[in-house]
């Protein structure tokens, strides 16, 4: 029940692409989904998040879908750039707890 | 406005020792996490701390502890090491504890257990 399920494992996008990563959860306390992405060496640096009261949420080049009764979410990057290839986390939370539960990754690589 | 810092970045122990990560949280924050990420995973929380007291537990055993001392500093202690604790550790911090402010990460410390 505290699992985050989280795909494709790696992705590979044409510049100027729509990347596109998804995750699934079952826990329906979570109130908290947050994306976060990591650079090699590098500790994950938040991207954007959303609470279960909004169903879209954009900030420049990216947007994450939510879909309450499904338990899902995804997180889309338009117009994909070569800085993007990164590895994306998505992660899951309550507010009751101070844990956030983190899904297995996607490696996105972006070719120019 | 300083970032989240932790040290030392990389470390190398034998199966048996024990081991004390730091970290600084990120100015003006009270709360600081402890997540554990394995090559290729994601993090795995391990605890929080919120103004110098235990705010939750992940799975992991006793020979996992912490501290966060009033600066809201904090270190990780790792008792008995064993092979699978070879992993990043991250520590992130946070405004308030629970999941309703941003948390942020730090750079992580590579420990090698041998």
């Known amino acids: 029940q505290q699992q985050v399920k989280q795909s494709p494992q790696s992705l590979i996008v044409q510049k100027g692409g729509i990347s596109i990563i998804n995750c699934a959860y079952e826990?329906?306390?979570?109130?908290?989904f947050p994306w976060y992405q990591q650079f090699p060496g590098k500790g994950p640096a938040l991207l954007i998040a959303?609470?279960?009261?909004?169903s879209e949420k954009k900030e420049g080049r990216f947007t994450i879908s939510f879909n309450k009764s499904a338990k899902q979410f995804s997180l889309h990057i338009m117009d994909s750039q070569p800085g993007d290839s990164a590895t994306y986390f998505c992660?899951?939370?309550?507010?009751?707890?101070?844990?956030?539960?983190f899904g297995q990754g996607t490696t996105l690589q972006v070719k120019p | 406005e300083t970032g989240v810092t932790q040290s030392p970045t990389h470390l190398i122990k034998t199966r048996g020792q024990q081991v004390t990560l730091r970290c600084s949280s990120q100015?003006?924050?009270?709360?600081v996490s402890w997540y554990q990420q394995a090559l290729g995973q994601g993090p795995q929380f391990i605890f929080q701390?919120?103004?110098?007291?235990?705010?939750g537990r992940g799975n992991f055993p006793p020979r996992f502890s912490g501290l966060q001392f009033p600066n809201y500093s904090s270190e990780l202690n790792v008792n008995a090491l064993e092979l699978d604790d070879s992993a990043l550790y991250l520590c992130?911090?946070?405004?308030?504890?629970?999941?309703?402010?941003?948390?942020?990460f730090g750079p992580g410390t590579r420990l090698l257990v041998l």
């Open positions: 992130a911090s946070s405004l308030e504890g629970g999941t309703q402010e941003t948390q942020y």
């Open positions: 826990n329906t306390a979570f109130d908290y």
């Open positions: 959303i609470r279960p009261d909004v």
């Open positions: 992660a899951a939370g309550s507010s009751n707890t101070g844990k956030l539960i």
């Open positions: 100015s003006g924050h009270n709360t």
């Open positions: 701390y919120y103004r110098e007291e235990e705010n």
